[in-house]
């Protein structure tokens, strides 16, 4: 798996991990991947919604992804995740990755002009592109149903299909980027 590894990036540790959560989530996105790198199976797929924090004791992300996403099938195959965040100049790739599905478009990464490469603790693929990669673990799998919400409104407005989002937390096994995710 080393060869591949892109060696700009810097290894970070949790605690001179900084990151703006709500403009890195909110504005700029991440493209979430899973599956195993070697064995040439994954996919990937923006996000915009989730976490990062601390949980269980250790550094922790969690992501929402609904059921008819196709990487939720790696997600449920494969042990790992990565969150891969990216500069501006990127922001077409990411769009591109959440309109089309890789069900049925198997060059889809491709397409975005993503280049795949290898992680360092986990199967799952990172980006060459990237400017920070999230390497995970996964520890936790739920879903949300519509019985559970105390804001009711949310339901009819984010679930109109019913369409509950999967959760996934994992733990953050390694985190790797470019000096700006620095602490100074
Ligand atoms: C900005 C943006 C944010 C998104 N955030 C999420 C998300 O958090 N969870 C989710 O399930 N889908 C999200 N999507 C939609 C998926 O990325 C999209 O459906 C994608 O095509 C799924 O690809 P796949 O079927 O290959 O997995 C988002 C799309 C965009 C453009």
Redesign the pocket.
């Known amino acids: 798996m080393e060869q591949d590894v892109k060696t700009e990036w810097m290894e970070i540790s949790p605690e001179e991990f900084r990151c703006d959560a709500f403009q890195v989530w909110g504005d700029n ?1 991440l493209a979430l991947a899973a599956g195993d790198f070697e064995e040439k199976r994954f ?8 976490f990062f924090g601390t949980m269980w004791a250790a550094p922790a992300v969690m ?4 059921p ?5 099938e790696f997600l449920d195959e494969y042990s790992s995740f990565t969150l891969s965040a990216f500069a501006p100049e990127h922001r077409e790739k ?2 591109f ?7 049925g ?1 198997p060059d ?1 990464l491709a397409q975005a002009g993503l280049t795949p490469c290898a992680a360092k603790q986990v199967a799952a693929p990172a980006f060459r592109e990237a400017e920070l990669v999230l390497e995970c673990r996964k520890t936790y799998r739920g879903q949300f149903t519509g019985k559970e919400f105390l804001e009711k409104s949310l339901v009819s407005r984010m679930y109109p299909e019913r369409d509950f ?1 999967v959760f996934l937390l994992g733990e953050v096994v390694r985190i790797a980027g470019v000096s700006k995710y620095v602490k100074p």
Do not use: D, E
Not at 43 to 50: I, K, R
Not at 97 to 103: D, E, L
């Open positions: 996105w996919n990937a797929m923006t996000v915009g919604w989730g992501v929402v992804v609904r008819q996403r196709y990487t939720l990411l769009a990755i959440g309109k089309h599905s890789g069900r478009m889809k989002h």
